[in-house]
């Protein structure tokens, strides 16, 4: 009788053992992601922000930055693509779910680049800017989700959070953690009229330098002849001085 009571003990205590491991593997599991984790993200796109996170009630769960049609669209961290498809109200969207926990979503693209399953990189191109799903004009529409996503988007976090604070008509420049590097404009050597010279500096595109002149990218082409938007860090361009407040 008393070894079948031992034998009831220790069954008790290893199924008693058994269920803390389970029910500490579960928390574990629950845990949201951390902030820190997210201390060498990218930023995704290049441009300007015209929509921050919790605006219209309070039902805006991301940031919207407006930038050039066509433009290259980046992962902010190496993951998995989650869903790469065409919604009636994301448009053309990406999904990636990060090895830290985290999901980000990249919306109203042009075009999607990646595909679902895949793994890719950080600073990868998952996509190109565009204007489709319900949206009214060209932009990345970006979210954040501590954990995974949901209809309610109850785990979606302002992407401010990570980047830093910005504000609505701020230029934002990706593939660098701080997006809202200043962008020191030299517009004090004319060398014909109506002309500036500004030489090329590093991280800076076309769109910015546009932003930041008060011109528009086609301006800027069509007075230096250019055919793509590619620039090289150090070469001069001329920008078009009678544009200019």
Not at 168 to 193: L, R
């Amino acid at each position: 009788m008393t070894d079948f009571l031992k034998r009831i003990l220790i069954a008790g205590a290893l199924g008693f053992c058994i269920s803390l491991i389970i029910l500490g593997g579960v928390a574990r599991a629950e845990e949201s992601p951390r902030i820190d984790h997210t201390l060498y993200w990218v930023f995704p796109a290049d441009g300007t922000i015209t929509d921050s996170f919790g605006t219209r009630g309070g039902h805006h769960k991301g940031i919207d930055i407006a930038g050039e049609e066509g433009s290259p669209i980046y992962s902010v961290d190496h993951g998995t693509v989650l869903k790469s498809y065409y919604s009636s109200t994301y448009g053309h969207v990406v999904f990636v779910k990060h090895e830290n926990g985290f999901e980000t979503v990249y919306a109203h693209l042009g075009k999607r680049l990646v595909n679902e399953g895949e793994s890719i990189d950080k600073a990868q191109v998952v996509g190109v800017m565009g204007n489709t799903g319900r949206s009214t004009g060209t932009h990345l529409h970006f979210e954040i989700h501590q954990g995974k996503w949901n209809l309610t988007k109850e785990l979606a976090i302002d992407p401010y959070l990570v980047f830093g604070n910005g504000e609505v008509g701020q230029s934002v420049f990706a593939k660098v953690h701080d997006p809202y590097q200043v962008v020191e404009v030299s517009k004090d050597i004319i060398n014909e009229p109506g002309v500036v010279q500004h030489v090329i500096k590093n991280g800076e595109t076309l769109w910015s330098i546009s932003q930041a002149y008060k011109v528009t990218v086609n301006e800027i082409k069509h007075l230096n002849g250019l055919h793509s938007t590619t620039i090289v860090t150090g070469n001069s361009l001329k920008i078009p001085a009678n544009q200019q407040r």
